[in-house]
Nanobody, 114 residues
Framework: VQLQASGGGLVQAGGSVRLTCAPSGRRGSFKIMGWYRQAPGKQRELVASLTAGRELTYADSVKGRFTISRDVRKDTWYLQMNSLRSEDTAIYYC?????????WGQGTLVTVPA
């Protein structure tokens, strides 16, 4: 399975963008799906995750602004990012766990100028 992340770009502060993660190769049986990000000079951190049982987890810094969701029919998940701030600038990676295997997308850059 390969994960394809898309939707990043240059967004003004206060704006919105939606990221999409779509698996290719075969349909996944993912237990956890989510998004991580890595800002320049910082470690990769969890942004949001969604389990097959629909449990949601968000980083404190994005609560109330970001929403993770999934389209089961399309086997795709999304990260709706609202009220963007300069500190949200990072490469965003989609992620999925299937059994003991972890999959990562190639990353999509979101830039929010200060």
């Amino acid at each position: 399975v390969q994960l394809q992340a898309s939707g990043g770009g240059l967004v003004q502060a206060g704006g919105s963008v939606r990221l999409t993660c779509a698996p290719s190769g075969r349909r996944g049986s993912f237990k956890i799906m989510g998004w991580y990000r890595q800002a320049p000079g910082k470690q990769r951190e969890l942004v949001a995750s969604l389990t097959a049982g629909r449990e949601l987890t968000y980083a404190d810094s994005v609560k109330g602004r970001f929403t993770i969701s999934r389209d089961v029919r399309k086997d795709t998940w999304y990260l709706q990012m609202n009220s963007l701030r300069s500190e949200d600038t990072a490469i965003y990676y989609c992620y999925a766990a299937e059994g003991t295997i972890n999959y990562w997308g190639q990353g999509t850059l979101v830039t929010v100028p200060a």
